[in-house]
């Protein structure tokens, strides 16, 4: 097995990389955790093959996991850099009041589908930003001179790379060989690290926070609960009052389940949302769902889920959730025990793949 192709050894210098020397800013974290998204959700047919990674997708996945970050917390601004000017989350933050969101909150597709031309310079600004500093810097050690460019090529990149180089390239990196299977694969392990990694950057960054001990994992990763209540009624209506797994009827202030764990992929779109009950809910947890349940919330009538969509200006991004549910499955070793309902499990067989799975 080439090197490339060995998940262990990538993950294991992945977290090299990100273990040496005092971070200046989480963008790092933020790119890498955009790039191993990027894996999932487009997984190529051989494992062994290259990935063309267009920045301006990175950049989207940048702004999802700022946006909900750069809200004020305990009525202090979070620094996330220990730069003066910390130019992706100002780009954050101005998208998010060119589009006006309030206290309920919404998501970047839904900014971008109310303030087009606000989305479309976030993307530039935060697209360069990546280019010229964590997607330059990422595969390089402190003090070393030259890169290790066991991911990508970034020979191509440095401080002030032009929009005009970038787009002579492409504007995309390519993964190395194998490199997109292995971060797919290592995404549920990886994830988590990277969290941690985070919580303990900005800790470091914001002094305020040594005080009290908020909770500052729940604010930078945990989903909007607040803002996913706006689905529960529309969903009653269109699917029944029945929560989604074990079909008992549902209270007045019932869970929105992800079928999909937030945990893993952090989708909010309509497709991979749920009516739950709290007791499935709370059991299913981060767990991996089981197949047959993955078909079934893919199988749900589109038209409706569409209609539901436009009415909240909320996208079902369900060509987004089957592809990650192909990346995530066509990732895990034959076997491991998926959530098949409330205190039951199953294990994983996609001998008979769905269509989701099928290549
Ligand atoms: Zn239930």
Redesign the pocket.
Known sequence: MTEAGDPLLLGQRVVAILETGLRTATYKLATLMALIEHCVENLPTDPADALQVPIPALAHRVLEIYWHQVRPFDGHELRQSTQPKARILAATTSLRDAAGVGRGGFSVDTARLRAPEAYQRAIDDVALCLAQQPLHRLQKLPGASTSDAFLYDDSFLHDHVSRSTLRARGDAIVLNPGVAHGLARLAGLLKPALEIMWVDDVRRMNKFLAAEVPDVAGHLFGRERTALTVVRGPFKEAFGPH??????HLPANNPIDHVLPWSLVGIDGLANLVL??S???GDKSGSLPAVAIVDRVLERDQGVLEDVAASLQWPTQHPRVVAAARGIYLGQPAGVPTWS??RRSERLDVSFPPWWVQP
């Open positions: 929560c989604f797994y074990c079909q008992t739950a009950c007791r499935c809910n309902g409330y």
